[in-house]
């Protein structure tokens, strides 16, 4: 189990090596003279040459590709994000606040759709077909098929515009998360329904579980001993991709909702060119997204034991 | 069930001559005309710059349906092409190609699309590589999934011995084992890449105005929300009717694939 | 000639071949014979170079095997083909790998020594019997001529009737052919019909070999004798002596 485990952290290091090294070279390749975009960002137009020159030397920009990834990176791999090219300022704190606006937001989304969506499965399998079920599936596929950004506004435009029941752009008090939250919560509990109800119909179809019923092991203990943890082991593996979802869903949403967070803050730098906050930004992102996998990965072999017995 | 495909067949139609239905020119400013609610003249009104939306939707379909259509097209070869190698290409090969899907699987796809699409500048092309780039993965590890359970099969050892060459034990004895299951991993990229597209019309870096994208449509309706509410209600149809009917379509045809298998 | 020199094949930490030399001269039939887990396949895939040896060497007249294009026919017959493709393409399969023409004469002669119907070829590996199908997977072996021919259990799928038939069939095709056969199998009853020496291969060792008459007359090991007098106890082997 620990050699497992090393092998998957070793992979997880790798992965966010590459993905550190993607970054730099999707942004040392953009069109442009990199260190110009800078100056403008900073004093505007018609930047002095010196200026050109103190900025390139300050970045590494002289000195080739693997030195400037190497000035990136080493202050990176002790916390330092380094300053916006734009205001000059540290990228870091900026980032914490906008975090602090992101993950409430994403953890309340993500417990509304379990609250919806674990519910919804059960009552929808307890008889598979019945128009129960089939609207859960209905409601399900149509959710899914929803661009976030579309649902965003169709609730502002029934709770905001037209009824005016709550704030449609800030993030002042709670009740402008309503909003977002329910916009949120309602894709990431489409697509769990859909999943959640076919692991749960699945597991039941296992063969052996008749043999439980004929021997009068009650429908309650089955159900939990058996059918549980079988359908429990599909649904832990697409959270990962769930979890890819809600960060998407996050960008579009913080964006319509004008809420000061990771989304905003990236489609932001982007649009402005400020590259360490992309960069920054990016890599945040990557890193949740390869540790929360990795966790994935380690519940996912604990739940099916026939998955540690193979290699990492 | 069948009817499913009846209606993919329909949005492809749509896509290709949706433009030669269009009753008027989608990019013809006609500023004394803005705003006009859905009438005779022109059947769901007209934007802010006084243009038949309907006729902007027909066109429209061309590029965010035809854009997915080619994006994950990209996706299905380049992935194939990387599952492949790593199935056929001995350890090292494997190894590599696992970790650059690996990496490129660390970063959800859309962020590193908007990340790609807005650092290249906003354009179709680069719309078009940011989406292939973060979208051939998934097609990549059922390649290499598929790929080396067949690799092991007798044709496959004797067609190695035989000496022909990689590419025609690739194409004659690999693809054919791996087509049903990349169409429905297909069908699914399809679904994405519509959404992808008219994600990223909508922040701003998808296709440009004035060309008539479903989410670039979205981001000019949504300022005239109060005045014409309408207006954002058609494009995110679109949007949501093609990718229902794709994902429909994808589920069925995995439905009749699995059931094609119980039989054999 | 093949020349098989001292290999050792290793798996992970247990060796699945320990030492095994031999020599196969053309238009000869050597047969493998022991029992499930004694190395037999791990020796073909050696032979073919599908596994790597840890030790010594394999080659026909002084080069590497795989530049002859050695054939080999598979224990399942059905599996040996693609199941999406014709019988005719998998048949040609050879001829299109080396660029090959084909010839058609050579085809027919084939065809009529192996008592394959042509006209079957059209159709697919699940639309022909096995014993049809395992009569193409050694037509398939033969189109392009290799000088040595690997049979791995070519008679185990099939039925006993179609069994005597199809080792008689490749006893003829060898004659009329001249390649070298390497025939794995565990029916010792064949190995002494149609085989010029055998080999016994035990827990991936040789641990005897000599000609089919000498060895069915006096095996000169314990674990030889235990081999051959259960072969005579199921009525496989007449007795000689």
Known sequence: MIGVFAGLLLRALFVLTGAALATFALLWHAPGDPALAI??????????????????????????????????????????????????????????????????????????GLAV??????????????????????????????????????????????????????????????????????????????IIRSGILEARGQPFLPAFTRRGVARRDIARDHVAPHAAVPVVTVLGLELAFLLEGLVVVEVIFARPGLGSFLVNAVFARDFPKVQAVVLLAAVIFVVVNLAIDLIYRSLDPRVSCRDA | MRSVYVLVAVFALLALCGPMLAPHDPTAIN????????????????????????????H????????????????????????????????VADWIAMRATDTFLAFPELIAAVVIAGVLGASTASLIFALTLTGWMRYARVARGIGLSVSN????????????????????????????????????????????????????????????????????????????PLQMIWPGLCVVISVLTINLAGDALRDALAEQDAKT | MLTVDNISVRRGVS???????????????????????????????????????????????????????????????RAAFNPRLSLWRSVMEPLVAQKLAVNAERLATLCRALEVQPDLLERRPDQVSIGQAQRMGILRALIAAPPLVLFDEPLSALDAVTQKHTARLIADMQEQEGFAALI?????????????????????RIEELATAQAFVAAPQTDYGRTLRDAAFALGALERVA
């Not at chain 1, 929803?146 to 515009?161: Q, R, S, Y």
């Not at chain 1, 709550?166 to 998360?177: C, F, I, K, R």
């Not at chain 2, 022109?42 to 939707?57: K, M, P, V």
């Not at chain 3, 029916?187 to 020496?197: I, S």
Request: hydrophobic share 50%.
């Open chain 2, 153 to 228: 099969r007798g044709y496959v050892i004797r067609a190695r011995l035989a000496g022909l060459s990689p590419l025609a034990i690739a194409r004659w004895h690999y693809l054919p084992s791996l087509l049903p299951s990349l169409i429905v991993v297909w069908s699914g990229m399809l679904a994405r890449a519509i959404l992808g597209i008219s994600t990223l019309g909508f922040l701003g870096f998808g296709v440009q105005p004035p060309m008539p994208e479903w989410g670039t449509m979205l981001l000019d309706a949504r300022i005239h929300m109060r005045s014409t």
């Open chain 1, 39 to 112: 100056a403008e960002a900073r004093y505007g137009q018609n930047v002095s040459k010196e200026v050109l020159g103190f900025i390139r030397a300050e970045s590494g920009f002289d000195d080739g590709f693997w030195t400037a990834f190497w000035a990136w990176l080493a202050p990176l791999m002790q916390g330092d994000f380094g300053q916006s090219s734009v205001n000059g300022r540290d990228v870091w704190p900026d980032l914490v606040t906008a975090m602090s606006y992101t993950f409430p937001l994403a953890l309340v989304s993500l417990a509304l």
């Open chain 3, 15 to 77: 060796t699945t071949l320990r030492e095994v030399s031999f020599s196969l001269k053309p238009r000869c039939t050597l047969a493998v014979v022991g029992e499930s887990g004694a190395g037999k396949s791990t020796l073909i895939n050696a032979i073919l170079g599908l596994v790597r040896c840890s030790a010594g060497s394999v080659s026909w007249n002084g080069a590497p095997v795989s530049q002859y294009r050695p054939a080999l026919v598979m224990q399942e017959p």
């Open chain 2, 31 to 58: 500023i004394p005309n803005r705003l006009r609610p859905p009438g005779e003249e022109w059947l769901l009104g007209t934007d802010a710059l006084g243009r038949d939306i309907l006729s902007r939707l027909l």
């Open chain 2, 60 to 91: 429209g379909a061309r590029w965010s349906l035809g854009l997915a259509f080619i994006v994950s097209l990209l996706g299905l070869i380049i992935g194939t092409a990387i599952g492949l190698i790593a199935a056929q290409g001995g350890r």
């Open chain 1, 117 to 194: 969506s674990v519910p919804l499965a059960l009552i929808a399998t307890r008889r598979p077909g019945s128009w129960l079920d089939r609207g859960a599936v209905a409601l399900a596929s149509v959710g899914v098929a929803i661009p976030a950004f579309w649902l965003g506004l169709l609730l502002i435009l029934l709770f905001a515009v037209q009824l005016g029941w709550l704030p449609a752009m800030g993030a002042e008090t709670t009740t402008h998360s309503i909003l977002p939250a329910m916009t949120l919560g309602f894709g990431v509990a489409a697509s769990l329904t859909r």
């Open chain 3, 184 to 204: 794995v199998t565990h029916d010792l009853g064949y190995a002494a019909a149609f085989a010029d020496e055998i080999a016994v291969l035990r827990a991936g």
